[in-house]
């Protein structure tokens, strides 16, 4: 094993203590052994740092860093800055990997020299070891050359933002200073995955689910993240100047931003309501984002083809917002926050 190369696993914790006994084990009980997990604590004030040093007394590979609470993606830059490995891998503190995880990431790695890899996930409340046994050893899609026509294809799987279903090449990683935005609270990690993909040279998506996702009421699909529009602003122009400073733009990848631009739409509706609780006040901040600048010229833009590739509930608020049909999209928000509340209900979610 020891000819293998290391692995890094970069685990943040924040006051995890509910399920970070599972999401460790997880780690540990890889069938791929020669990694290093790499547990940044933030500042948590539970019993997070008592179990991390239970298991660091059982497995020298734990490597615990404290730190104040400067948020996840402080968290997560700390951890890359301590990682030995050839390949870097996150994982959330309440989630869980499947038992070949990063065997099998390593060995598509090998079969088609890919330096950036992903894969299917199961997003539940539950685990469940059937849905990783049910789709073993499925065909794996491999990009050569055309990084872009990959990007494409993650972002119309919607599995391009997830952070945690990823293998990441640390060399990469380092040659272009690729970051987490300490001032994003929302998306952050999607916009490190785009910057990874888009400066690889050979991708690879394999169609099994390797990761757990658990929901909670405390994940990301269920919080209130303010200001998002402002946000994801900020965020696509830092997309666009590192392709630029990389020169990557071209007219394809300006209009995939541009697609990814508009798939934001759901959440922007969704955190909107969130935010303003009212509906007065969200049809006014909902009318303010659909007329700004840069929603119209992309809106009313020369891609004619964001609206092919569109599909389901995006492109409906698609048209929606091209029409400017504000209540129509404040009905789907409505129902989907709903949709999610209930959901969370049904499985147990904590409020």
């Known amino acids: 094993m020891e000819s293998q190369p290391i692995s890094s696993v970069i685990m943040p914790v924040y006051n995890g203590e509910k399920y970070l006994s599972e999401a460790i084990k997880s780690i540990l009980n890889q ?8 547990i940044v604590d933030d500042g948590s004030n539970d019993n997070s740092v ?35 490995g050839k390949w870097i891998y996150f994982i959330d503190c309440d989630d869980i990997y499947f038992p070949n995880y990063i065997e099998r990431m ?38 050569d050359h055309d ?16 952070l945690w279903n990823k293998q990441f090449s640390a060399q990469i990683i380092r040659k272009y200073n690729i970051a987490f935005d300490t001032t994003m609270t929302y998306g952050e990690d999607l916009f490190f995955c785009w910057k990874s993909c888009l400066v690889s040279k050979k ?16 994940s990301a699909v269920s919080r209130v993240h303010t200001n998002l529009f402002e946000k994801y602003n900020y965020a696509f122009k830092n997309i666009e100047q590192f392709a630029i400073s990389n020169k990557l733009m071209c007219t394809e990848l300006k209009k995939s931003i541009e697609f990814l631009y508009v798939q934001r739409l759901p959440a922007l509706v969704r955190m909107t309501i969130r935010e303003h609780r009212g509906i007065y006040g969200s049809y006014i901040r909902l009318n303010e984002i659909i007329s700004s600048k840069r929603m119209q010229e992309i809106l009313n833009g020369q891609n004619t083809e964001i609206e092919n590739l569109l599909k389901n509930d995006i492109k409906k608020l698609f048209l929606q917002a091209k029409k400017k049909k504000i209540i129509n999209m404040l009905v789907y928000g409505y129902y989907s926050n709903l949709r999610i509340r209930i959901a969370k209900k049904m499985k147990g979610g904590k409020k």
């Open 31 to 38: 069938t791929y052994k020669n990694l290093e997990l790499i």
């Open 50 to 84: 008592a179990i991390i040093k239970k298991y660091q007394r059982l497995d020298k590979r734990i490597i615990l860093i404290c730190q104040e609470n400067r948020g996840v993606s402080s968290a997560r830059n700390k951890g890359i800055e301590h990682a030995r």
């Open 106 to 143: 390593i060995e598509v790695s090998n079969l088609t020299g890919a330096d950036y890899i992903c894969s299917d996930f199961d997003m539940n409340y539950i685990f469940n070891l059937d849905a990783y046994k049910a789709c073993k050893n499925e065909e794996v899609i491999v990009f």
């Open 147 to 162: 990084t872009i026509d990959a990007f494409n294809y993650m972002c119309s799987l919607g599995i391009s933002t997830s």
């Open 203 to 218: 991708i690879a998506y394999i169609p099994e689910k390797l990761y757990f996702y658990r929901l909670t009421g405390n």
